[in-house]
């Protein structure tokens, strides 16, 4: 069998990127925190 790269399925090639998963590891909960964070500060009634 030849080492093609057409023969390596699509989420292998994905899982076996280390920089991209550490990338999204990062990226993910940083986005989704900040977007929390903004929610919960606009939905902050104003003080009177």
Do not use: E
Not at 19 to 30: D, F, Q, R, Y
Request: proline fraction near 6%; aromatic fraction near 8%.
């Amino acid at each position: 069998m030849a080492d093609n790269d057409s023969d390596v399925p699509f989420m292998q090639k994905l899982l076996d990127n280390h920089w991209l998963l550490m990338v999204i590891g990062v990226v993910s909960p940083t986005v989704l925190y900040t977007l929390w964070g903004i929610v919960d500060i606009m939905n902050t009634p104003l003080a009177k």
